[in-house]
């Protein structure tokens, strides 16, 4: 079928140790890249600005996250919170007439800096205290972004983004913003990939799985965990500022409070925790599939089979998300990743049935 | 100074309404180790079950007692249906489950009886409690009353037989295992407590405020009484919620007029990180120690 084995013989270390031994697989990633560069030209505006750029940054958001709590297994509830000060930051930057480019760079470093707080707790607890502690960050960076004027001008107000280029290129149009969000996106998750094959992963794996343990074979754990806290903190700084800039164009508070943090954690745990295809996944469905599956009982209400009030109409998303997060939970703890994972074994052998890898 | 008494009376009252919802929390972690982050859902749904019995023309009092029945037993449900499949999964599967039945609970429990607060009347009336020259809120006095209650039941309740059983569970699922003690049995029952906790929560909550999804936010700062007071003890959650209330009452007091606002959420915040780095089991908590 798609996954042909025969014939793919490496002979090279190298070719073993390649990001995607098996063909199939490059093909598909291309293919893939190919679809997404060429989005602007068969997509319809509004699928690309409110499909297709929501899940773009919100997938690099989950990456991030999944860097922390995938692979470094350390818990985190106030990663909405960490995309806000990279937001604010980058903001007040180019208000400033800081270029863009380097805005992001302090954005994510501020982010990376704050965030790095937050792993100070993570030092001396873990667990359900971790996300305790996070939990509690997360409501005072909200608070202080809305009280303290000089951030956010208030809870109620907004802030527009103001005209900036990124490379030279104004980020009006579209296809402009797109481009740069789709760009952010292969950074980052070329990192992931890659961090998973260097010493750093295998460390942060090794802190995942048992701390004392980590640190009896060696791995500075202080380091490791203050690492991981940085440098995914760091990467959802610059996907916050990416956030506002391309998506929302004008920030308020609300827009990075809790509910997003949960948001987020649901997408990393429904793709799959600590798979990169399981960022990917997780974004989609979190974000579009509660959206689909009202249109179709709107629809169905329409036609007449299933009456419903409008208040339960109004709430239904948010059921069908709750339920969305118990149902992966309980029948697929592993995740959308695994369900394709499964699916490719399956054909990677096929037609036989016995898996060997 | 009569201002800063009233604030701490009052602030003492709210703490322990804080207490009821968050004696829910520590009688689920109590037996089976899982912090219940749905509890202020599960206090709406108690608001709104008594909303409805009253509605369907049961008087206040009978309807609460119905509403414990139902509750306990959506409790049971809870475990038997979500929780019982989920042992040994790791930490953060669990909490999420529990975040996910909050958002759940949040759609349907509004979704299903609209979504405007709903009023409870207890019969308590509305005219302060006057003590000297102290004003204090008669419905927070009554909740506080019985959140009094509830702890010193729940007290007697771990010396009573089944008590006993729930506390060896708390200490080690394994070994009450293998003296024959039903461990899912016992985290039921305790998840069945927490729903009568969230019947009294939602009640009087309900009867202070409305009942509508707002209770639900009534869960941030119920964890942060749990974290001051330690997860597993009943005494903690008093005191903390005592602490807490009057914290979260009497700083808010000072403090808001020059900072504009809701600094009670920052207290509870700060609360809450400043326990976890000092002392992260609490003030009556136990200190686990671990083992390779």
Same mark, same amino acid.
């Given at each position: 079928m798609f996954y042909r084995l025969s014939g793919v013989h490496h002979t090279r270390y190298s070719q073993t140790r390649q990001l995607w031994p098996i063909p199939a697989d490059r093909w598909q990633v291309g293919i893939l890249l190919v679809l997404a560069l060429a989005a602007p030209l068969y997509m319809s505006q509004l699928y690309l600005s409110s499909y297709m750029l929501p899940w773009l940054i919100f997938s690099t958001a989950t990456l991030s996250l999944t860097l922390l709590m995938g692979m470094a297994g350390q818990l985190h509830f106030g990663f909405a919170a960490v995309m806000a000060i990279g937001a604010y930051t980058s903001i007040h930057l180019t208000r400033f007439g800081v270029p863009l480019e380097l805005a992001l760079l302090c954005a994510g470093l501020m982010s990376a800096v704050i965030g790095c707080l937050f792993g100070a707790a993570a030092l001396r607890v873990k667990g359900l205290y971790l996300v305790m502690a996070t939990l509690a960050m997360q409501f005072l960076v909200d608070w202080v972004i809305v009280n303290v004027t000089a951030i956010s001008g208030g809870a109620v107000a907004t802030l527009q983004t103001p005209k900036v280029r990124f490379l030279f290129v104004p980020l009006e149009s579209l296809a402009a913003r797109y481009y740069l969000a789709l760009a952010w996106m292969v950074v980052v998750t070329l990192l992931i990939l890659n961090i998973k094959r260097t010493s750093l992963g295998r460390a942060l794996v090794a802190v995942r799985d048992k701390d004392f343990a980590a640190a009896v074979i060696g791995v500075n754990i202080f380091r490791y965990k203050l690492l991981a806290f940085f440098v995914s903190s760091f990467l959802g700084g610059v996907t916050g500022a990416i956030l506002a800039f391309c998506f929302y164009k004008a920030v308020t508070p609300s827009q990075f409070n809790f509910d997003v943090t949960i948001q987020l954690v649901a997408m990393a745990l429904v793709g799959g925790l600590g798979s990169v295809i399981g960022g990917f996944l997780g974004a989609g469905f979190v974000l579009l599939v509660p959206i689909v599956l009202l249109n179709l009982i709107a629809w169905l209400a329409g036609t007449g089979w299933l009456s419903i009030s409008t208040s339960m109409m109004a709430h239904i998303p948010l059921m069908l998300y709750g339920a969305m997060i118990i149902g992966f939970l309980l029948f697929e703890p592993l995740g959308l990743a695994k369900i394709y994972d499964n699916a490719r074994k399956y054909l990677l052998v096929w037609p036989f049935r016995h898996t060997q890898s | 100074?009569?201002?800063?008494?009233?604030?701490?009376?009052?602030?003492?009252?709210?703490?322990?309404?804080?207490?009821?919802?968050?004696?829910?929390?520590?009688?689920?972690?109590?037996?089976?180790?899982?912090?219940?982050?749905?509890?202020?859902?599960?206090?709406? /749904?108690?608001? #709104?079950?008594?909303?409805?019995?009253?509605?369907?023309?049961?008087?206040?009092?009978?309807?609460?007692?119905?509403?414990?029945?139902?509750?306990?037993?959506?409790?049971?449900?809870?475990?038997?249906?979500?929780?019982?499949?989920?042992?040994?999964?790791?930490?953060? /599967?669990?909490?999420?489950?529990?975040?996910?039945?909050?958002?759940?609970?949040?759609?349907?429990?509004?979704?299903?009886?609209?979504?405007?607060?709903?009023?409870?009347?207890?019969?308590?009336?509305?005219?302060?409690?006057?003590?000297?020259?102290?004003?204090?809120?008669?419905? #927070?006095?009554?909740?506080?009353?019985?959140?009094?209650?509830?702890?010193?039941?729940?007290?007697?309740?771990?010396?009573?037989?089944?008590?006993?059983?729930?506390?060896?569970?708390?200490?080690?699922?394994?070994?009450?295992?293998?003296?024959?003690?039903?461990?899912?049995?016992?985290?039921?029952?305790?998840?069945?407590?927490?729903?009568?906790?969230?019947?009294?929560?939602?009640?009087?909550?309900?009867?202070?405020?409305?009942?509508?999804?707002?209770?639900?936010?009534?869960?941030?700062?119920?964890?942060?009484?749990?974290?001051?007071?330690?997860?597993?003890?009943?005494?903690?959650?008093?005191?903390?919620?005592?602490?807490?209330?009057?914290?979260?009452?009497?700083?808010?007091?000072?403090?808001?007029? /020059?900072?504009?606002?809701?600094t009670r959420d920052v207290v509870t915040s700060l609360v809450i990180l400043l326990t976890i780095l000092i002392r992260p089991y609490g003030m009556f908590g136990r200190e686990d120690i671990e083992r390779i």
């Amino acid at each position: 079928m798609f996954y042909r084995l025969s014939g793919v013989h490496h002979t090279r270390y190298s070719q073993t140790r390649q990001l995607w031994p098996i063909p199939a697989d490059r093909w598909q990633v291309g293919i893939l890249l190919v679809l997404a560069l060429a989005a602007p030209l068969y997509m319809s505006q509004l699928y690309l600005s409110s499909y297709m750029l929501p899940w773009l940054i919100f997938s690099t958001a989950t990456l991030s996250l999944t860097l922390l709590m995938g692979m470094a297994g350390q818990l985190h509830f106030g990663f909405a919170a960490v995309m806000a000060i990279g937001a604010y930051t980058s903001i007040h930057l180019t208000r400033f007439g800081v270029p863009l480019e380097l805005a992001l760079l302090c954005a994510g470093l501020m982010s990376a800096v704050i965030g790095c707080l937050f792993g100070a707790a993570a030092l001396r607890v873990k667990g359900l205290y971790l996300v305790m502690a996070t939990l509690a960050m997360q409501f005072l960076v909200d608070w202080v972004i809305v009280n303290v004027t000089a951030i956010s001008g208030g809870a109620v107000a907004t802030l527009q983004t103001p005209k900036v280029r990124f490379l030279f290129v104004p980020l009006e149009s579209l296809a402009a913003r797109y481009y740069l969000a789709l760009a952010w996106m292969v950074v980052v998750t070329l990192l992931i990939l890659n961090i998973k094959r260097t010493s750093l992963g295998r460390a942060l794996v090794a802190v995942r799985d048992k701390d004392f343990a980590a640190a009896v074979i060696g791995v500075n754990i202080f380091r490791y965990k203050l690492l991981a806290f940085f440098v995914s903190s760091f990467l959802g700084g610059v996907t916050g500022a990416i956030l506002a800039f391309c998506f929302y164009k004008a920030v308020t508070p609300s827009q990075f409070n809790f509910d997003v943090t949960i948001q987020l954690v649901a997408m990393a745990l429904v793709g799959g925790l600590g798979s990169v295809i399981g960022g990917f996944l997780g974004a989609g469905f979190v974000l579009l599939v509660p959206i689909v599956l009202l249109n179709l009982i709107a629809w169905l209400a329409g036609t007449g089979w299933l009456s419903i009030s409008t208040s339960m109409m109004a709430h239904i998303p948010l059921m069908l998300y709750g339920a969305m997060i118990i149902g992966f939970l309980l029948f697929e703890p592993l995740g959308l990743a695994k369900i394709y994972d499964n699916a490719r074994k399956y054909l990677l052998v096929w037609p036989f049935r016995h898996t060997q890898s | 100074m009569s201002y800063f008494l009233e604030l701490l009376v009052n602030g003492a009252l709210t703490g322990l309404m804080y207490s009821m919802v968050a004696l829910g929390i520590v009688l689920i972690y109590k037996s089976s180790g899982v912090l219940n982050f749905s509890q202020g859902a599960l206090v709406m /749904m108690g608001g #709104y079950a008594v909303w409805q019995l009253t509605e369907w023309g049961l008087p206040i009092w009978l309807a609460a007692m119905a509403a414990l029945v139902v509750m306990f037993v959506f409790g049971l449900l809870i475990e038997r249906v979500l929780l019982r499949t989920m042992v040994g999964q790791p930490i953060i /599967m669990i909490v999420m489950l529990t975040l996910g039945l909050d958002v759940f609970l949040r759609g349907f429990g509004p979704g299903l009886l609209g979504t405007e607060p709903k009023q409870l009347d207890i019969g308590v009336g509305l005219a302060p409690l006057i003590m000297g020259d102290i004003l204090a809120n008669r419905t #927070y006095a009554v909740g506080a009353l019985i959140a009094l209650a509830l702890v010193v039941l729940a007290l007697l309740f771990f010396r009573t037989r089944l008590g006993t059983k729930l506390r060896a569970v708390s200490d080690d699922h394994v070994s009450s295992w293998s003296v024959g003690i039903s461990v899912e049995r016992a985290v039921a029952i305790s998840w069945g407590l927490a729903g009568l906790c969230a019947v009294a929560g939602g009640t009087m909550w309900g009867a202070a405020q409305g009942v509508d999804w707002s209770l639900t936010a009534l869960l941030f700062p119920a964890v942060a009484v749990v974290i001051l007071g330690g997860i597993d003890s009943i005494v903690g959650a008093l005191l903390g919620g005592l602490i807490i209330g009057i914290l979260g009452s009497v700083i808010p007091g000072y403090v808001d007029s /020059m900072v504009g606002g809701s600094t009670r959420d920052v207290v509870t915040s700060l609360v809450i990180l400043l326990t976890i780095l000092i002392r992260p089991y609490g003030m009556f908590g136990r200190e686990d120690i671990e083992r390779i």
